[in-house]
């Protein structure tokens, strides 16, 4: 075999013992610190085990305002994966919790009980999401913030003043978590239509309460044999919509939807790291600042992303003329709900100075 040949054959060689040759720390994922606020409750212990199995989480930093974040911590250690495991509670370590994280992920708050309205969840929601903000402003600046603490459609806007505020906003890096209202679409146009709901895409749009959801049943892919009914669409919104209020109801005053939440928070913030480590073409929806609508500085759509959060929103495409209406009907309520938050978080009232506060805030974490 002549000098040329042998070359050939060592470096094929080579290449395959590369393949099966045990990563060593250069040849790693990338791995990014990524904490939950709120990780006692019942969308956080859930959505912490399934973090847990992310293998683009190095070090998960579990934190909630009473002792049992600690516990949770420890039961979701024992799972084998790579990320490591710590438990943080209450106010004074909640600073330890943040600093350097890449990612946070906050359910901290209360969930919708039977009867409750907005504007109840909106008057202990509003204050644990502005305190918790106002330490990723001190501690981790520089961290994308995924918010699921509702009403989404204000606590956001609550979100962006805090940080504008400390001078650190970032509108690429805050996103409200509205991917729950995809999974019930893509699940139940699934159900309607027999198709396949791990690969079926149906966008939701504007907001994340009631007539402020909208699914573009339009813009299904696959789109169904025959399409859809005028009573197909209308009876579909209608339970996306309210697909909150299904699960509150059938649960019997017990829970919210809890689970599906988790579920969807945890497949989201795997697109945001996935996006971080460098993918390309990760798209997915959530709410954030955007100009797509004009009065309505906040909107959920189709956002690409990226190394530092949100690179692209995505435009609305095509509406159907029933799409059109709900767009113009939701206007009032999601701008509403905007400028509450954003009223909120201006006017100051009883701002965090101090970690001690918050533990007064938070307490309610634990059901969330």
């Not at 209202?181 to 690969?199: G, I, Q």
């Not at 909208?214 to 209608?238: H, I, M, N, R, V």
């Not at 709900?326 to 009223?343: C, F, P, T, V």
């Amino acid at each position: 075999m002549d000098s040329s040949a042998n070359r050939r054959v060592a470096t094929l060689a080579a290449h395959l013992g590369a393949i099966h040759r045990t990563p060593t720390a250069a040849h790693k994922p990338p791995g990014f610190t990524v904490a939950v606020l709120g990780a006692a409750g019942g969308i956080g212990q859930p959505l912490s085990l399934l973090l847990k199995r992310c293998p683009l989480v190095d070090e998960l930093r579990l934190y909630d305002v009473v002792p049992l974040a600690a516990g949770v911590a420890a039961d979701v250690s024992h799972v084998n994966s790579r990320a490591r495991t710590r438990g943080f509670h209450g106010p004074d370590q909640l600073p330890h919790a943040l600093s350097g994280c890449d990612l946070v992920v906050i359910p901290a708050g209360v969930p919708r009980k039977p009867g409750m309205t907005r504007d109840d969840l909106f008057k202990i929601n509003a204050g644990i999401v502005r305190d918790l903000v106002t330490n990723c402003a001190k501690h981790c600046p520089d961290a994308i913030l995924n918010v699921i603490s509702n009403p989404v459609n204000s606590t956001v806007p609550i979100a962006a003043e805090v940080l504008r505020a400390a001078g650190v906003y970032d509108p690429k890096k805050l996103m409200g978590v509205t991917h729950l209202d995809v999974m019930r679409a893509r699940t139940f146009v699934s159900d309607a239509k027999a198709l396949d709901p791990t690969s079926i895409d149906v966008p939701v749009v504007g907001g994340h309460a009631g007539i402020t959801i909208l699914p573009l049943l339009s813009q299904c892919k696959p789109f169904p044999k025959g399409g859809f009914s005028a009573g197909e669409c209308a009876a579909l919104t209608d339970r996306i919509q309210n697909g909150g209020t299904e699960v509150v109801e059938a649960k019997a005053g017990a829970g919210s939807a809890t689970l599906s939440m988790a579920a969807a928070a945890a497949e989201f913030a795997h697109a945001v790291l996935r996006g971080m480590a460098g993918e390309r073409n990760v798209v997915e929806h959530a709410f954030v600042e955007s100009t797509l609508v004009p009065g309505l500085p906040f909107f959920a759509s189709k956002v690409k992303l990226g190394r530092s959060g949100v690179e692209k929103v995505v435009g609305l495409g095509k509406l159907s003329d029933a799409e059109k209406k709900g767009l113009q009907a939701m206007k009032s309520e999601l701008g509403g709900s905007i400028r509450k938050g954003a009223d909120f978080a201006r006017a100051g009232t009883a701002v965090l100075t101090s970690p001690k506060p918050a533990a007064r805030l938070a307490a309610p974490a634990l059901g969330a």
